[in-house]
């Protein structure tokens, strides 16, 4: 890195930890109203946009170790938002859907998320709006650029079901990754 852009890596830096920190912030106050955790609604997020899953494939998409994700699906059933049925294509392996009352559930989440990301975007003046967004797609791009230089398939795999940014560049894409935990790190965090 050249010596004059680690000023601005360091803004960077502090600026996405801090986007990081308020949207989760945020992202815990609204799904509050809507009931669930943080992590039981990416388990509703990830079944509403791919459908009845392998419980192992899920836990994949979603980065969790398997007791953290029987945990989550679990009081999701209690709660009627979730549940099991056995896998047609191999009897040792049960795949996990959302109930009607589950769909409802991730439908109010999504909207919830999406509101807030609109009450932001108010807050940005119009004739910027578009270019705010766009960089943020070109962001993304230099991230997955990157991580593919140290980490070949993470980005995407990480990425996978997520919605597209920026349709050219098709950054995740949801293409279905490299499917395996990727050789970056510990494996699978626990939430």
């Known amino acids: 890195m050249k010596a004059e852009a680690a000023p601005e890596a360091a803004r960077l830096r502090v600026a996405i930890r801090a986007l990081v920190r308020r949207f989760a912030v945020s992202e815990r106050a609204d799904l509050a109203c809507c009931g669930v955790t943080v992590?039981?609604?990416?388990?509703?997020?990830?079944?509403?946009?791919?459908?009845?899953?392998?419980?192992?494939?899920l836990g994949r998409r979603l980065g969790i170790a398997p007791s953290t994700l029987t945990r989550n699906l679990a009081r999701l059933e209690a709660s009627g938002l979730v549940e099991r049925e056995r896998d047609a294509e191999d009897a040792r392996s049960a795949?996990?859907?959302?109930?009607?009352?589950?769909?409802?559930?991730?439908?109010?989440?999504?909207?919830?998320?999406?509101?807030?990301?609109?009450?932001?975007?108010?807050?940005?003046?119009?004739?910027?709006?578009?270019?705010?967004?766009?960089?943020?797609?070109?962001?993304?791009?230099?991230?997955r650029a990157e991580t593919e230089e140290c980490c070949p398939g993470a980005f995407d795999?990480?990425?996978?079901?997520?919605?597209?940014?920026?349709?050219?560049?098709?950054?995740?894409?949801?293409?279905?990754?490299?499917?395996?935990?990727?050789?970056c790190g510990p494996g699978p965090a626990t939430r």
């Open 39 to 57: 992590a039981q609604a990416a388990a509703l997020e990830a079944l509403g946009a791919e459908g009845p899953t392998r419980l192992r494939d």
């Open 95 to 143: 795949r996990v859907g959302l109930t009607a009352q589950g769909r409802r559930a991730a439908r109010a989440v999504a909207a919830q998320e999406e509101g807030f990301a609109r009450q932001v975007l108010a807050r940005i003046p119009a004739v910027r709006r578009s270019a705010v967004v766009e960089s943020l797609g070109d962001l993304l791009a230099a991230v």
């Open 157 to 183: 795999h990480l990425m996978t079901g997520f919605a597209v940014v920026d349709a050219e560049e098709s950054v995740g894409a949801g293409d279905g990754g490299c499917g395996t935990t990727c050789g």
